[in-house]
């Protein structure tokens, strides 16, 4: 199973970018998946994730400019910034929970993407 992200580039401060992240591989079931980001020298942190279900959570950094959703029919997570600020220049990671195997022998696990360089000029 692998993440494959896409969309990350250089970005005028004011403008809109998508990140798109597609599941390759056999899978059993995808539960939760979401973006991470990590500035410079900083942590990575959660930006939103989604569940199966479609039900949302976002960090309080990104609510109002950030938009997750998903296509659980091609297994991908996209990310939508509105309006990107300097400060949200960032390596951005997709990630699911994922169950592999059979139904009848199966696990969970964390899957990550290679992560996607936004840049956001001013």
């Known amino acids: 199973v692998q993440l494959q992200a896409s969309g990350g580039g250089l970005v005028q401060a004011g403008g809109s970018l998508r990140l798109s992240c597609a599941v390759s591989?056999?899978?059993?079931?995808?539960?939760?998946m979401g973006w991470y980001r990590q500035p410079p020298g900083e942590q990575r942190d959660l930006v939103a994730d989604?569940?199966?279900?479609?039900?949302?959570r976002y960090a309080d950094s990104a609510k109002g400019r950030f938009t997750i959703s998903r296509d659980n029919a091609k297994s991908t997570v996209d990310l939508r910034i509105d309006v990107p600020e300097p400060g949200d220049t960032a390596v951005y990671f997709c990630?699911?929970?994922?169950?592999?195997?059979?139904?009848?022998?199966?696990?969970?696990?964390?899957?990550w993407g290679q992560g996607t360089l936004v840049t956001v000029s001013s």
């Open positions: 989604i569940s199966s279900g479609g039900v949302t």
């Open positions: 591989g056999s899978t059993v079931e995808i539960n939760t």
């Open positions: 990630y699911a929970r994922i169950r592999t195997g059979t139904y009848l022998a199966s696990r969970w696990a964390d899957y």
